[in-house]
Nanobody, 124 residues
Framework: QVRLVESGGGLVQAGGSLRLSCAAS????????MAWFRQAPGKERVFVTA????????FYADSVKGRFTISRDSAKNTMYLQMNSLKPEDTAVYYC?????????????????WGQGTQVTVSS
């Protein structure tokens, strides 16, 4: 059974930075895709970014392109989301997710495993 645990959320001023972590246990992720989603109050959960562990391909939502960076430390089985130039509209609960197939996907239903989420609040 795969377990994902996020950390690193918090309160930051607009223009600031945060780094989220997602620690995975229960299985190595060779051949998997790992992703970050976010959910703002009253809104649906949406795709942020994903990384293929087989070839390190990454994909970003337009809203975060150039500001957020996804990365992975395979030795620690941990994924990261570096968030720079944060905006109030980035405020959301951020979720780590993983899927068993190799192709990157943007839909929530494509992902098999989820973390509990970590709150990110960006003040103006």
């Amino acid at each position: 059974q795969v377990r994902l645990v996020e950390s690193g959320g918090g309160l930051v001023q607009a223009g600031g930075s945060l780094r989220l972590s997602c620690a995975a246990s229960g299985r190595t992720f060779v051949g998997y895709v790992m992703a970050w989603f976010r959910q703002a109050p009253g809104k649906e959960r949406v795709f942020v970014t994903a990384l293929s562990t087989s070839d390190s391909t990454t994909f970003y939502a337009d809203s975060v392109k150039g500001r957020f960076t996804i990365s992975r430390d395979s030795a620690k089985n941990t994924m990261y989301l570096q968030m720079n130039s944060l905006k109030p509209e980035d405020t959301a609960v951020y979720y780590c997710a993983a899927k068993d197939t190799r192709y990157i996907a943007m839909r929530v239903r494509e992902y098999d495993y989820w973390g509990q989420g970590t709150q990110v609040t960006v003040s103006s």
